[in-house]
């Protein structure tokens, strides 16, 4: 047999191997594949089909009324729902940017190695963990007017009681407080991990070039924290914009209005009033922001990534 038909032997061989492992590969991801399919692409596109029907579950058989966009126009002109995307937005502004400050500082603080950080570390992450639900409760209880601990030492120090969840002007900031002991960890994680992953050859050189510390951290630690810090704010947006059951669980959407974000308008919209169409419509829309912030961070990551 000629050398040829050798390389041509073993070209088939990889062939058939190569084939072999693809249906293996195919194999074990069709679980996986299915369950994406069933979980989420099959939910998405029923729900931007049911966004175009009137489909009031008080109404049996209203689904098969086709009305185009007017869910969408309806929901456009509702003060309800323009309140709750303000509601959403000044909660996720405020938390993210204190979220940002608090975690990052943190993850400076602990990459010192100072002596007993690593339990007060273990107890910050801990609260990560915790169900939204129980976290709002505690807060909830922490900030009654009457038996809660926060009000007790305002007391103490001669700052009088206030009902803080009851109050228009200081749920939104009770809630942020609530949402940033939670979540700061989760920023001090990611910016932890990428300060330990730094490369000091730039510090060595900076040194050399007769940088100071200060200097050395605005144009050669912020820079590479970059691409981990806006990875870390598209994770606390999603996280933001997502938030249902601590603030239900706090407030309830009160009072009144003053802390009924997009999740909860949707949850009363569709199990109060029943009207599921409309709740997909805003579900829609509130995905269409979603992805447009998370497009134009995901772009920025890649662009600090490629330059780096």
């Not at 991801?29 to 998405?44: E, G, M, Q």
Request: with cysteine; charged share 10%; glycine share 6%.
């Amino acid at each position: 047999m000629e050398i040829g038909d050798d390389l041509t032997v073993f070209g088939k061989r990889r062939i058939h191997i190569w084939l072999r492992d693809k249906h293996y590969l195919v194999i074990f991801l069709a679980p996986a594949i299915i369950c994406l399919v069933v979980v989420t692409i099959y939910p998405l596109i029923f729900s931007v089909k049911s966004s175009f029907f009137a489909w009031d579950l008080m109404n049996p058989g209203s689904e098969s009324s086709f009305i185009g966009f007017r869910n969408y126009t309806t929901i456009l002109k509702s003060v309800d729902f323009w309140n709750a995307l303000k509601v959403t937005l000044e909660y996720t502004l405020l938390s993210v940017s204190l979220s940002m400050v608090f975690g990052t500082a943190m993850a400076f603080l602990f990459y010192q190695n100072l002596f007993g950080t690593w339990p007060v570390r273990t107890l910050m992450i801990a609260g990560m963990v915790i169900s939204p639900v129980i976290v709002g409760t505690t807060w909830r209880l922490l900030y009654s007017p009457d038996f809660g601990l926060i009000n007790y030492f305002l007391g103490v120090i001669g700052l009088g009681r206030h009902a803080f969840l009851a109050q228009g002007n200081t749920v939104i900031p009770a809630l942020v407080i609530t949402d940033v002991w939670q979540w700061s960890p989760l920023i001090m994680v990611i910016v932890l991990a990428a300060i330990q992953g730094l490369p000091t050859d730039e510090y060595e050189a900076s040194k050399i070039d007769g940088a100071n510390s200060f200097q050395s951290f605005i144009h050669i630690t912020i820079p590479l924290l970059k691409p981990a810090l806006l990875l870390a704010l598209l994770i606390r947006i999603m996280d933001c914009f997502r938030t249902f059951d601590t603030i239900y669980a706090m407030t309830g959407g009160g009072p009144g209005t003053k802390s009924q974000n997009l999740n909860i308008l949707m949850y009363n919209t569709g199990f109060q009033f029943f009207q599921v169409s409309k709740v997909t419509a805003m579900a829609v829309i509130s995905l269409i922001i979603i992805t447009v912030i998370s497009m134009l961070l995901v772009k920025a990551i890649r662009t600090d990534s490629a330059v780096l």
